[in-house]
C-alpha cells in the first residue's frame, strides 16, 4: 500500500556530492519520521540518518557533518544531500519509514 521510490544514486569521485530523493505515495511524509538505511556489499544495512515529524534530525557518526537529511511535506519527499563523499560510502541505500521501504538506489564512490 505505501510506496517509496528512490532515485539520485550514481557513479561520483571521493570528494563529489549527491542528492538522493525518495518520493513516497500518498500524504505520509509529514506525518511519521523517515530514515535513510545503506547496505554495502558484504556488510550488514546500517542506519544512516533520520528525521521525524517534527523535524528532529540524526546521524550515523560516520557521516555526521557529511550528510544532510530534509523533507518537503508539500511534495511528500525526503532528501539525503550527501557531501564529501568517500569510498566507503559504496552502497544501496533505501528510503524506509515503519514496516515499508523502498526499492534501494546505488551510491558507488569511485576514481
Known amino acids: 500500500q505505501v510506496q517509496l521510490v528512490e532515485s539520485g544514486g550514481g557513479l561520483v569521485q571521493p570528494g563529489g556530492s549527491l542528492r538522493l530523493s525518495c518520493a513516497a505515495s500518498?500524504?505520509?511524509?509529514?506525518?511519521?519520521?523517515m530514515g535513510w538505511y545503506r547496505q554495502a556489499p558484504g556488510k550488514q544495512r546500517e542506519l544512516v540518518a533520520t528525521?521525524?515529524?517534527?523535524?528532529?534530525?540524526n546521524y550515523a557518526d560516520s557521516v555526521k557533518g557529511r550528510f544532510t537529511i530534509s523533507r518537503d511535506n508539500a511534495k511528500n519527499t525526503v532528501y539525503l544531500q550527501m557531501s564529501s563523499l568517500k569510498p566507503e560510502d559504496t552502497a544501496v541505500y533505501y528510503c524506509?519509514?515503519?514496516?515499508?521501504w523502498g526499492q534501494g538506489t546505488q551510491v558507488t564512490v569511485s576514481s
Open positions: 524506509n519509514t515503519g514496516m515499508w
Open positions: 500518498g500524504d505520509i511524509v509529514r506525518f511519521y519520521a
Open positions: 528525521v521525524t515529524s517534527g523535524g528532529s534530525t
